[in-house]
């Protein structure tokens, strides 16, 4: 933005409305999603805001400045395609077969990728496995599902050495190709400050993020309570828990009539 402005520094008194709506209008000139937008307005608010600690004088517009946040489509895969996932023969493909193990984990479990490596070498007891989680320092005890056990006997309980979140991913996308997980989905978004819907199969979007958001969809859709799903996930807000749950429209209609007929025993 200094080149575009052709200005090489900022004194803390340039930081107002203007500079604001110039920066967003630069940030969008990149073709930015919303929330990538919404980032960076938050690190520059969270820096102007240390410096204010610190005795600086910045003001007071930049506590105007909205962070955009847009509530986007993502993507899970439901236990259909999990099974798939799974039966799939990647046993040619070592690096591929270990990343879909390390996905149905993710899935079976509701652990967040910086927990993987406590799923093989934290304590097990009783059918459960306990630890605190990484991010939260929170504590969880998940059952163990039939898949989970599956994957734990068969590399021993011993889990080879995560990899990079960003490798993950990449591996990921490509064992979910090969499996065809490939269904059309439709995703609409902010970018540039116009609001796109694109067309893709499943698969692209895939992540590791896409296992933990699966693993609360599924149990969702099983109708198991809430706050017995937020127990295991470690989510501590059931607003926080909610925008994991990537229930369609026609998909709750199906769930209710499944309810109706249990509850009323119509055909």
């Known amino acids: 933005m200094q080149r575009a402005a052709k200005k090489k520094d900022y004194k803390f008194s340039d930081i107002n409305q203007v500079f604001y709506d110039g920066f967003v209008t630069f940030l969008q000139g990149l073709s930015l999603t919303q929330n990538s937008v919404g980032k960076h307005i938050k690190v ?3 820096f ?5 600690r610190q005795g600086h004088d910045t003001g007071a517009h930049f506590s105007s400045f909205h ?12 236990e259909t395609e999990l099974q798939q996932l799974k039966d799939f023969d990647l046993s040619k493909i070592p690096h591929l ?3 879909r193990d390390w996905f149905l984990l993710l899935a079976w479990t509701g ?3 910086s927990d993987l490596e ?5 304590d097990i007891k009783d059918g459960f496995i306990t630890f605190r989680q990484q991010k939260t320092n929170a504590k969880v005890t998940i059952p163990l599902h039939p898949v ?3 994957v734990l006997e068969k590399y021993n309980f011993n889990l080879p050495e995560p990899i990079t979140n960003q490798r993950f991913n990449e591996y990921i996308k490509e064992a979910c190709k090969i499996a065809e997980i490939n269904s059309m989905e439709t995703m609409t978004r902010t970018v540039g400050g116009k609001l796109v819907t694109e067309k893709f199969e499943k698969w692209e979007y895939v ?8 693993f609360c969809t599924n149990m969702y859709k099983r109708g198991l309570p809430t706050l017995m799903i937020m127990s295991i996930s470690g989510h501590r807000t059931e607003k926080a828990f909610l925008r994991y749950i990537k229930v369609k429209q026609g998909e709750h209609a199906e769930m209710m009539k499944e309810a109706w007929k249990n509850m009323y025993k119509t055909k």
């Open 97 to 99: 077969d270990r990343v």
């Open 48 to 52: 102007l805001n240390e410096a204010k």
């Open 111 to 113: 652990c967040r990728f």
């Open 67 to 78: 962070v955009f946040n847009e509530e986007t489509d993502t993507i899970y895969l439901n």
């Open 207 to 214: 992540s590791s993020h896409t296992g933990r958001r699966s």
């Open 118 to 122: 406590k799923v093989a070498k934290t």
């Open 148 to 150: 989970v056990m599956e």
């Open 44 to 46: 520059l608010k969270t």
